[in-house]
Nanobody, 128 residues
């Protein structure tokens, strides 16, 4: 089991930026698919961004394309989510997660059910 710890959440005004970090207890490079998910009150957890084990391919939900960037620092075993031009509808608890190997199938890469290990989450609040 991989331990994941998120940080970097907070409160920001609309149009602002935040960078979330997710520290993994093991090296995930070339071994795990990684993803960011979010859950707003009363809503289901939804995929935001994902990255392949090699880091060569990234995937984004339509709602964040062009505003969010997923990346990883393999030397630090850390996953990042750079969030720019934040909107009130981005308010949620953000989670990072991992899954061993490559997730096959476009519909699964941002599907929470494809991921096995989860962090505890970090709150992001965007005010208008």
């Amino acid at each position: 089991q991989v331990q994941l710890v998120e940080s970097g959440g907070g409160s920001v005004q609309a149009g602002g930026s935040l960078r979330l970090s997710c520290a993994a207890s093991v090296s995930t490079y070339s071994r795990y698919s990684m993803g960011w998910f979010r859950q707003a009150p009363g809503k289901e957890r939804a995929g935001v961004a994902a990255i392949s084990p090699s880091g060569g391919t990234t995937y984004y939900a339509d709602s964040v394309k062009g505003r969010f960037t997923i990346s990883q620092d393999n030397a630090k075993n850390t996953l990042y989510l750079q969030m720019n031009n934040l909107k009130p509808e981005d308010t949620a608890v953000y989670y990072c997660a991992c899954a061993a190997g490559i997730i096959v199938g476009t519909s699964y890469r941002l599907n929470p059910s494809a991921y096995t290990d989860w962090g505890q989450g970090t709150q992001v609040t965007v005010s208008s």
